[in-house]
């Protein structure tokens, strides 16, 4: 019972993390049909700045919620800078370019975002544990779980049904879901789609950003963070429809469930199963579990 | 052309120092299995799990030397790239209906699979690998230097016949159907020609091309480690292979060694920031030179009057 428990607790909270990894490359894919490696990097400096954030405020003797609130909007604004340089410097002269280009110009600038982390803040680990130790944990039947980890699940359920909102009753949501279907058309019907293009790619980096401030409480922030959410994050948005914020949802609880399965009674199989999970969607589902049918023009 | 090169590369080979053979033996490895991932792309598929077969031709190479104490060149590289073909072969059924980013999680995925599996598994070594023992041919075993020159020599010798015959499919009335499915596969299939098993073959050749590269590292290194199939080393051959550009059999090849030359200076002089060097001439490189480093040699022949070689990445009406 409580090993049931713990794996559906563990589940849900992997799911949740995952969820906020994936939101901003879901919606800059859905868009700009692009896969975003710079998500990773842009990952990265969200949790370095959020390590730095928290050990300023910590030295200036502030309170959990203060910590917090500074690492939320330092890191914000350092992922929105740095995405609307990289789209106004790079992407911005690729859009016409092979998909395949735009992959590696990404990839470029992952990299460097990658040593320019290690520039700034050194090659060595930081901590940012400081706000998570503070909250302490709570009991959920026999287990003691932290609290901040309870706060990211409700933190990634408000994003998911905020994006949700923002998408389906919003004039701009609207917007973006019409250039997301169309983007020839939208621009006929008079969108300016270069707009919408820019800002979610801003929006997308900003969310990587946040991801990457919320999860630095709970892990050492060091070199290669950036790489090893990447790949997961891709996993998530592949498996659950290109672009459709609902299939990531389900594809984040999915893995998310079978990975803490894996931890707890297959251990050998943690490493790749979410590939397993992904390769399995795509045999039957080969566009996703929430993409729209594709036509093929001729 | 490449016959002279090889030729006088394998002339003048005790020539060079020891360490520049290595490094121009592993940009070979690398070169051979990015131009299985450049004629892919060709196709317009995009393979993020090449390095599996990089990883089942080195792995060949290990198993022979460890488990039949078999070092003999030509038959290590000979299983190395059968192996790898029928890999290829049997996940080709599978992994051939997919395009573009499916098609490319899908490589990644199962390469990642056998990742984690390798890491697992005694018989692949975990994470240290498996040793390979000095490669002999046919029963002439020399050692020290000797044993690195003649293997230097070898995989010149082998990666030239690659790359010619490579050329030759490339240029042959099924490489021109291979871009054709690039530009427009239903058209194709209106026409009566199968699209699938096209783009089946020519994954079986670009797995059999990962195998010859992985035996060749896995002989040069002497080591062969579950790495080489870990999607870092599979995304490196995916950027020697947009770097290069899809004009030329030899565009893969002068992507690797301008890789390996950077990766080595860069590692002796700024070794905690190679990688923004490296991200800097990327991005230098895609904005200036979007076609690939090929396309400066088309320049070059443009200025001397001859005919352009073809250009695939292009400018696709895609907005």
Known sequence: MTLALTILVDGISYAAWLFLVSLGLTLVFGVLRLLNVAHGGLYSFGAYSAAFAIGLSLRAGWGTAAQLTVMVLFAAAVGAILSLTIERLVLNRLYHEHETLVLLATYAVFLVLEDLTKLIWGGKSLYANAPRDALGTTQIGALAFPVYDLLLIGV??????????????????????AVTTDREMSAAMGINVARIMTGIFVAGGLLGALAGALTAPKIAVLPGIGVEMIVLAFAVVVVGGLG??????????IIGLLRA???????????????????????FRPYGLFSPPVTRKI | MVVTVAAGLMVSAPLFPGWVRYVVQIALAIGLVSLGVMIL??????????????MVGGYSVGFLSRHAGITDAFAATATGIVASAAFAALLGLFIVRYRSIFFAMLTLAVAMIVYGVALKVSLFGGTDGLNVRPTTWLGYAPRGSQLQLTQFQFTVLLTAVLILAARKLLNSRFGKLIEAIHD????????GLSVRR??????????????????????AARHVDPSFTYWTTSGEFVFVAILGGTGSVFAPFFASFLLEIIRSFAAAWLPDYWQLLLGVMMLALVLLLPRGLWSLARVVQRTFGRTSAPVLLREDART
């Open chain 1, 244 to 253: 459709s914020i609902t299939g990531a949802v389900f594809a984040a609880v």
């Open chain 2, 41 to 54: 792309l060709r196709a317009g598929l995009l393979s993020f799990g090449q390095g599996l077969y990089y």
């Open chain 2, 184 to 191: 427009n596969e239903l058209r194709l299939e209106y026409l």
């Open chain 2, 198 to 219: 096209s783009l089946l073959a020519i994954y079986v050749v670009a797995g059999a091309l990962g195998g010859a590269g992985g035996a060749l590292a896995a002989m």
């Open chain 1, 156 to 177: 990634a359920t408000a994003a998911a049904l905020a994006s949700g909102l923002f998408l389906s009753r919003t004039r701009i949501g609207r917007l973006v879901v």
């Open chain 1, 261 to 283: 399965f894996a931890s707890h009674l297959v251990p050998t199989a943690e490493v790749f199963v979410i590939y397993a999970v992904m390769t399995a969607v795509l045999a």
